[in-house]
């Protein structure tokens, strides 16, 4: 299984007691909606490594509890802390088309009234009060509160945000 074939849903945080099991935190938010968690593949020098499970323990708290047939010490999970876990594409679950998030914006160009093009949108991470879409402008990061009052007009099939950014805030990135 390679990357391109996967989806990523978390990683290993930390172990729990000495019989190998180990903490998932899932950075996917439907993580409650994973279905059949029987295989994770971890990336272990950049290669997705499938571990199979043996018991699994969703959280509330965006967590999971797991152990790994082969994992039956803390030895053995000691080496599996911090690697990215992932899951076949085949197994992410269906959304209502109508369910639009602020993470669905990944990708889209940003086209901003007064400055024209931007870049395309590389992430949107979500802060306490908003989710802030972060653009790769010229080689810079440059970031931007999403949010109603900034978007003018959204174009889903050419994926196209017309945004209405505060004056000054582009120069801002310019000027770094």
Do not use: C
């Not at 990683?11 to 029987?38: N, P, V």
């Not at 889209?108 to 992430?123: A, M, N, S």
């Not at 931007?144 to 990135?173: R, S, T």
Request: charged share 30%; hydrophobic share 40%.
């Amino acid at each position: 299984m390679t990357l391109e074939e996967s989806f990523y849903i978390g990683y290993i945080s930390k172990t729990r007691g000495l019989k190998g099991e180990l903490q998932l935190f899932f950075e996917f938010e439907d993580y409650q909606d994973l279905q059949q968690l029987d295989i994770l593949f971890l990336e272990v020098n950049k290669k997705l490594i499938p571990y199979f499970v043996s018991a699994v323990k969703v959280q509330q708290n965006s967590t999971a509890y797991i152990s790994f047939e082969d994992v039956d010490h803390i030895d053995k999970a000691q080496p599996l802390l911090r690697k990215k876990v992932y899951l076949p594409k085949d197994k992410m679950p269906e959304r209502d088309p109508e369910d639009f998030r602020w993470t669905d914006f990944v990708g889209y160009l940003v086209v901003d009234v007064h400055e024209g093009e931007l870049g395309e949108i590389t992430h949107v991470q979500e802060m306490p009060q908003q989710f802030i879409a972060t653009v790769d402008f010229d080689g810079k990061e440059l970031m931007f509160p999403l949010n109603e009052d900034l978007i003018v007009a959204i174009d889903a099939e050419e994926e196209i945000l017309e945004v209405q950014l505060p004056e000054g805030l582009v120069d801002v990135y310019r000027a770094e």
